[in-house]
């Protein structure tokens, strides 16, 4: 079992490795004659400055970036000690699979029926506020307010929205309801979002990472560096989208066999290599990809899996957070293995 699970471990000299090669992708993302062939994007957001205080208000906020999307009413102003203060109303909508991987038109028409429902709880139809959209996804920005899909990750596949302004089928969605309007005043990557609300709490916050259902990364640079934009005066946060990077075979030898599986039966094989090493999406499917390992070996459950077990998603990420959380006396482990049909033994629990 060791030394099945050795396997994952880098040591510092290949972690440097790993460090060196993505400074390299990060830099090539970031030169206009290199951009194209860059695994690291280095995308522009135009997103110059980080908040300064003056924003006051009542604001809508829209999060999608994975399988459920967020509605936010965000209220901005000063407590009694002229301290930021920030009140949070939210729902979670979950997206439906046909919406997934549908049309745009199916995507975004199901968005602005959640807004409108949000909208309707909230009695706040009748207002026309300022809104944010967070969007997770790979965006070629051409403003702060006008977005172009590059490509879908996570398990997104909504036709006729690669190579279209993002933020314009969002507004088309919201004429076709015609029961509510709304300013889009701007779009950014989840990263971007993260790191400007970390600022409310700690003015030195420059760098935003994801490690959720994807994984990725935003940072404030020097705008004579981004060559994408003209400009070389002041700075602007970049979306690294590093999820990407091993696009040109930078992390061939670090790929296990578990991963070039999960890679091999996604429904985007060859892409967001480096996202399928380590992020929730692909968690559970890899772990589940050793246990069968395991069992194959004679190591586990008497070498016999249940028909949950061989079924590809059958371990779901959540199982892998829930085992590492459990307390020592084994029971949430021997339930999720039950739930799963295996019954483990003592020894199963513990490995």
């Known amino acids: 079992v060791e030394q099945i699970l050795s396997e994952f471990r880098l040591n510092k000299e290949g972690l440097r490795e790993v460090m060196k090669r993505m400074q390299f992708e990060m830099d090539r993302g970031l030169r206009l004659e290199t951009h194209k062939e860059a695994s690291v994007k280095m995308l522009p957001t135009y997103v110059c400055s980080t908040p300064e205080g003056s924003e006051v208000g009542d604001f809508l906020a829209l999060d999608l970036g994975g399988t459920n999307f967020r509605v936010m009413l965000v209220k901005v102003g000063e407590d009694e000690e002229r301290r930021w203060k920030v009140e949070t109303k939210n729902q979670m909508y979950s997206i439906p699979e046909d919406a997934m991987t549908g049309t745009a038109e199916m995507l975004f028409d199901y968005i602005a029926e959640c807004i ?197 998603g059958g371990f779901e990420t959540r199982f892998v957070s829930q085992v590492e959380s459990d307390s020592g006396d084994r029971k949430q482990i021997y339930n999720i293995l039950s739930t799963l049909g295996v019954l483990p033994s003592e020894l199963d629990c513990d490995m």
């Open 116 to 312: 409108s429902d949000f909208l309707g709880k909230h009695h706040i139809k009748h207002k026309k506020l300022p809104l944010g959209f967070t969007f997770s996804f790979p965006v070629r920005h051409e403003d702060i307010d006008k977005g172009i899909l590059l490509n879908w990750t996570k398990g997104f596949k909504a036709s006729g929205a690669e190579g279209n302004n993002i933020v314009g089928l969002l507004r088309d969605a919201v004429k076709r309801r015609g029961d509510f309007e709304m300013d889009v005043v701007a779009m950014v990557n989840d990263t971007v979002a993260t790191m400007i609300s970390c600022y409310y709490e700690d003015h030195s916050c420059e760098v935003g990472m994801i490690v959720g259902t994807g994984c990725n990364a935003c940072y404030m640079e020097e705008m004579r560096t981004v060559e994408l934009v003209e400009g070389e005066e002041g700075r602007m946060c970049v979306n690294t989208e590093w999820g990407a990077f091993g696009a040109n075979g930078e992390l061939e030898e670090f790929r296990l066999e578990y991963d070039r599986v999960v890679d091999e039966s996604s429904i985007n094989p060859g892409q967001q290599l480096y996202e399928k090493l380590i992020s929730g999406k692909y968690m559970g499917e890899l772990v589940r990809l050793v246990l069968i390992k395991l069992v194959n070996e004679g190591l586990l459950f008497n070498g016999e899996a249940s028909e949950p077990l061989k079924t590809r």
